[in-house]
């Protein structure tokens, strides 16, 4: 049975109102709070930290995103921790909380299709990261130009666009994770902790699982030198499951140019490559396709999921 | 000569799991008219509300709601219907006006005329002067009321109510009603769902009584008391006397007799029959100690129509 009319009626509306919803949200202020003071701490001691080193670098500008100085994480450690929790805290009662508040039924009443509901929200909430990860690179980006005396070259531009990109995309999986629970749960706190506890399993556990998951998958033998090939394989594998390693990876290898591989390497494979030497930024792109667009196909893929069962779903409360 | 109608269901069945919510439902709503279905928590009254306007799938039957399938061209059903659901949500933090303009725009209207529709809109329903606090400091009636603003902004052709009178105390309750009834002055179609049967008798043309999932009865509310409890006249008589019960169901006009237990008795009577009943007490040489005449309510009607109907099956 086909229906008539276009699911796209009120999307835009739809769109508008969370947007303002999201950036209003006292619980937004308290996290860019957070994440703009991490930031800057971060990117701060990494400056410290590059000005203490002499030497020559063509790509001085990107480490301040990747430099960390002890006890300081990283600033792109903290982005791959906190980006997460900005988008949980986005979306986790985004369905759900039309539910509680009674506004679902008169919502739905009004001429549109449950789709400009579900995409309005989703594009928001994406919106909303990009904003704010947007307007955090800016400020990074500044900082840096202020404290290291010199303007980012093109092709340092360029990576961190790249890398902002990445982060956007990264985000955009977390919050189509918490969507999804918000559709599936009716209670928020409940849709919180089932996407709090994705976070911790793969911020946390998940390098502590690999291994172990590796072990009985695909066991070592020591008399035969093609199964520690598989094991390292299998290993990398399973590491890629986890949107944090993908956002790792691609990352290392934008702002990182000397980056050559995200996998094993042969040492034949290295016979004549100049070790060291940064790639051109075409090829940094290349070697991370295949994570970005893991990472915009697992956004899409559990949008999906959610958009089916939402749905399905019964609207009386 | 009745009206068009504007939503007929037919055979119309939902299903949850096991559970049958609504159960082979014929209905016919005319034009311009207060249609109400009646009936307990857990009737199918909302069940039914929800399938007419496409919000949920029948698991069999059919129904057209203004001339479209709900299932099939929900947007043009939803554009022509407006809903007020039972304790109507609103985002709390955001003004009454915010809530309406969001409304208006999810329509598709154009911005211009959204503002002049909510302005009057608002008029009608005195919130000018609240419209710009936020709706979570507004009152039960007051949010009730911006819930029949947000109808008036659209101009559907029909209005579905769901319970829009519970939790209202009487003084707004009555007034919720007069604004119901000035809707139907200006020829909206209203479909009202309560389960107070006797507080929409009054504004109903005609009323459904839904009984787990089937309307047991449908019609004018007067045409539903004459044939349900023979009449429109109830009376309570206290009387002593020899054979009364007998006496009285001789009278002209009396339909029935109901011993209450005691001296106590229910007469349902077609004419004001208290003069002819004093008369057969004091000629039994009985004492006549309580004679009063109740109209008879809706809330009888159902009572006593879905009795008859247990003690039949």
């Given amino acids: ?317 | 000569m009745s009206a068009p109608i504007i939503i007929e269901a037919q055979a119309l069945t939902k299903r949850y799991g096991a559970a049958l919510a609504v159960d082979r439902l014929d209905l016919a709503i005319q034009r311009g008219e207060v249609f109400g279905l009646l009936g307990p928590n857990g009737a199918g009254k909302t069940t039914t509300i929800l399938m007419i306007l496409g919000l949920t799938e029948p698991t069999s039957g059919s129904i057209t709601t203004v001339g479209y399938d709900p299932l099939r061209q929900p947007l043009e059903v939803k554009r022509r219907v407006g809903y007020l659901p039972d304790q109507v949500g609103f985002y709390d933090h955001m003004s009454g006006r915010e809530n309406l303009r969001f409304i208006g725009r999810l329509g598709g209207l154009p911005a211009g005329e959204v503002e002049r529709s909510i302005d009057a809109a608002l008029a009608r329903v005195h919130l000018t002067d609240v419209a710009n606090r936020r709706v979570g400091t507004y009152s039960r009636g007051m949010r009730q009321r911006l819930g029949i603003a947000e109808i008036l902004m659209r101009k559907v052709e029909v209005a579905i109510l769901d319970e829009p009178t519970s939790g209202l105390d009487p003084q707004t309750t009555r007034e919720f009603l007069d604004l119901i009834r000035s809707l139907k002055g200006e020829g909206m179609t209203i479909v009202l769902s309560s389960h107070l049967l006797d507080l929409v008798q009054s504004i109903c043309d005609r009323v459904a009584l839904f009984s787990s999932g089937r309307i047991g009865l449908a019609g004018r509310v007067e045409d539903l008391m004459r044939e349900v409890l023979g009449g429109t006249y109830v009376l309570d008589v206290e009387a002593t006397g020899s054979d009364l019960p007998a006496r009285f169901s001789r009278l002209d006009g009396v339909r029935k007799v109901t011993p209450l237990g005691g001296d106590r008795l229910r007469i349902d009577a077609m004419a004001d029959v208290r003069g002819a009943i004093a008369k057969v007490v004091v000629e039994a040489d009985g004492q006549l100690r309580a004679l009063t005449m109740g109209s008879a309510s809706l809330e009888d009607v159902y009572t006593r129509y879905f009795e008859e109907v247990r003690h039949a099956a």
């Fill in chain 1, 1 to 317: 049975m086909r229906r008539e009319g276009s699911p796209w009626t009120g999307v835009g509306a739809v769109f508008r109102r969370e947007l303002a919803d999201n950036l209003l949200s006292v619980r937004m202020r308290l996290l860019e709070i957070l994440v703009v003071l991490t930031g800057t701490a971060a990117v701060y001691a990494a400056i410290g930290e590059i000005k203490n080193v002499v030497g020559e670098d063509r790509f001085v500008f990107l480490r301040i995103f990747t430099v960390a100085r002890e006890p300081l994480p990283s600033f792109i450690t903290f982005l791959a921790f906190l980006i997460p929790i900005v988008a949980i805290a986005l979306a986790f009662d985004s369905v759900n909380g039309e539910f509680n508040r009674r506004t679902i039924s008169r919502i739905l009443a009004q001429p549109i299709y449950r789709d400009a509901l579900l995409f309005g929200k989703f594009l928001a909430g994406l919106a909303t990261l990009a904003v704010f990860l947007t307007a955090l690179w800016l400020f990074l980006m500044g900082l840096g130009i202020f404290f290291l005396g010199v303007p980012p070259s093109g092709e340092e531009i360029l990576r961190g666009l790249g890398f902002l990109l990445v982060a956007i995309a990264y985000g955009g999986v977390w919050l189509a994770l918490a969507m999804l629970f918000s559709i599936l749960f009716r209670a928020p706190a409940t849709s919180a902790l089932a996407a709090l506890s994705f976070w911790l399993l793969f911020a946390v556990f998940w390098g502590m699982i690999v291994p172990l998951a590796t072990e009985v998958v695909a066991p070592i033998d020591p008399y035969d030198p093609r199964s520690q090939i598989t094991a390292v394989n299998t290993a990398v594998g399973l590491n890629r499951l986890s949107p944090n390693t993908l956002f790792a990876e691609s990352t290392l290898a934008l702002l990182n140019p000397s980056t050559r591989a995200l996998g094993p390497v042969f040492a034949s494979q290295l016979h004549g490559a100049l070790v060291g030497a940064p790639l051109p930024a075409g090829q940094s792109f290349l070697l991370i396709w295949p994570q970005l667009t893991g990472l915009i196909a697992a956004a899409i893929l559990l949008f999906t999921i959610g958009y089916m069962s939402f749905q399905r779903q019964e609207i009386r409360a």
